[in-house]
């Protein structure tokens, strides 16, 4: 998710201190892509998209072992890809 929201950031984000606005924008257009992509997948953590804690090495263990980097990742990335085009149209 880091990389959506830099991607909203380097778009609308402020250019100076003071700009308000641009923040409130960008603040508005993250939480739109929060929420899509809450409403799509159920959630924007890592841990819950694929059941297992890839933090540890158990859990990376497990995501191999479900090949779940192959199996789900790819549709969180896409869904991502997809907001954010939509976002910044």
Request: hydrophobic share 40%.
């Amino acid at each position: 998710m880091t990389g959506a929201f830099m991607v909203i950031g380097l778009k609308h984000g402020k250019a100076k201190i003071e700009d308000k606005q641009a923040k409130e924008k960008t603040y508005s257009l993250v939480k739109e892509f929060v929420d899509r992509f809450r409403s799509r997948n159920g959630s924007i953590v890592c841990r819950e998209l694929l059941g297992c804690d890839i933090s540890t090495p158990e859990g990376r263990d497990l995501a191999k072992e479900k090949n779940l980097f192959a199996t789900l990742c790819p549709k969180f990335v896409q869904d991502a890809a997809e907001i954010i085009e939509q976002i910044l149209e």
